[in-house]
């Protein structure tokens, strides 16, 4: 059996956005005075009852959304219940997600209440392209959101890059990448646009001008030259980070330790058990119960997170038939295996779904 860290991480869903981006499928919604005040009050009363259920530390709590920039101040008194309710480890690391557009005030906030890390939405480098996906801010709001980040002393800051955006080549793809390179981040995460059922965009999808398939694995190939050239480590199918800077508490999912969600839609995994609250604000106010989402933990599902890391899996975790059809993968340079491990390529990233099912198919 493998030993868990005992140290869980803490998610906190702030679920209010000031406008619907068109290819959003996340669970957000409008802000009004009304509801985000009975919501503040009914997450703060949530966290003191998750706070009671385990003395374990706390070591990770990420505030994500939606737009957690939205809190202004509130971020304090959120932070201070944490901490009552949770022993939070001297070294945690605290995340907010901040959308570039917001007031900058918000950094000194955030750091006041004991951020350490902010993620900011910033997706692309040209006013054209943002407006196309329909993003509320603009390249230079989204270089001075950095610019802020840091002279409120965070140390640590992430941004969002979108790949395959409306009318995208390669060219615009390396301009995208210079601008976010040149803020110098610690961490990007990267992600192809996907256009979701339920989203704005999905209904006028074909008036997009998407690349292809083809030219939107060109663009991720692309993007993981340029990023591991600039020295950031492809540690997982969509992050990229400066090394010591991979963001720990999402590693925490990929590892399959243990966290603590709260908020509509937030999924946990605790004690063993996979649990999530609905997609149903009022609900969440009123006082919903979370749902059962079954056992969590097991080999198979390990793998499958563990295989999207680029430190891999050990051998001794497969099956003869696996490392077989492994072997033949490698060979077509999709998987590396060495030192004692099996692990994507980045061309493997590409296709990680498929290639993540097979190796498990063969996993028996
Ligand atoms: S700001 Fe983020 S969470 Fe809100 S609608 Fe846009 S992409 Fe979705």
Redesign the pocket.
């Known amino acids: 059996m493998r030993s868990l860290p005992d140290s869980i991480g803490l998610y906190i869903h702030i679920p209010f956005?000031?406008?619907?981006?068109p290819?959003?499928?996340?669970y957000?919604t409008f802000l009004t005075k009304e509801v985000y005040e009975a919501y503040i009050k009914a997450l703060l009363r949530e966290i003191k009852k998750w706070g009671g259920k385990t003395n374990r530390p706390v070591d990770t709590v990420y505030f994500g959304?939606?737009?957690p920039s939205l809190l202004g101040g509130d971020i304090l008194p959120l932070t201070d219940a944490v901490r009552s309710a949770f022993t939070v480890s001297g070294n945690a690391e605290i995340t907010v997600?901040c959308?570039p557009g917001c007031d900058t005030g918000f950094y000194a906030l955030a750091r006041k209440a004991g951020a350490n890390r902010v993620s900011l939405?910033v997706e692309a480098g040209d006013d054209l392209r943002l407006k196309a996906l329909?993003?509320?801010h603009t390249a230079e709001e989204a270089a001075a959101a950095v610019k802020a980040a840091r002279s409120a002393g965070f140390r640590n800051i992430s941004c969002d890059i979108m790949i395959a955006l409306p009318k995208s080549n390669i060219k615009t793809l390396k301009e995208d990448i210079s601008f976010i390179c040149d803020k110098n981040p610690d961490h990007i995460s990267a992600y192809i646009l996907k256009i979701e059922q339920n989203t704005a965009f999905f209904a006028r999808k074909n008036e997009l001008c998407l690349p292809d398939e083809d030219g939107a694995a060109e663009q991720y190939m692309t993007l993981c030259e340029e990023l591991e050239s600039r020295g950031y480590g492809h540690y997982e199918i969509s992050n990229f980070a400066k090394p010591g800077k991979e963001s720990r508490h999402n590693l925490k999912y990929w590892r399959c330790e243990e966290y603590i969600g709260i908020g509509p839609s937030a999924h946990s995994y605790f004690k063993g058990e996979r649990f999530y609250y609905p997609r149903d604000l009022k609900g969440f106010i009123t006082g919903n119960t979370v749902l059962p989402d079954g056992k969590g933990g097991d080999r198979e599902e390990r793998l499958m997170l563990a295989l999207r890391l680029s430190s891999g899996v050990p051998l001794s975790e497969f099956s003869a038939a696996a490392i077989e059809k492994a072997k033949k993968l490698a060979g077509a340079g999709l998987l590396n295996i060495s030192g004692g491990k099996i692990a994507l390529t980045d061309k493997g990233m590409l296709l990680s779904n498929s290639i993540i099912t097979e190796l498990i198919y063969e996993n028996v």
């Open positions: 956005c000031e406008k619907k981006c290819y959003c499928d996340f957000s959304g939606g737009t997600e959308n939405g329909g993003r509320s």
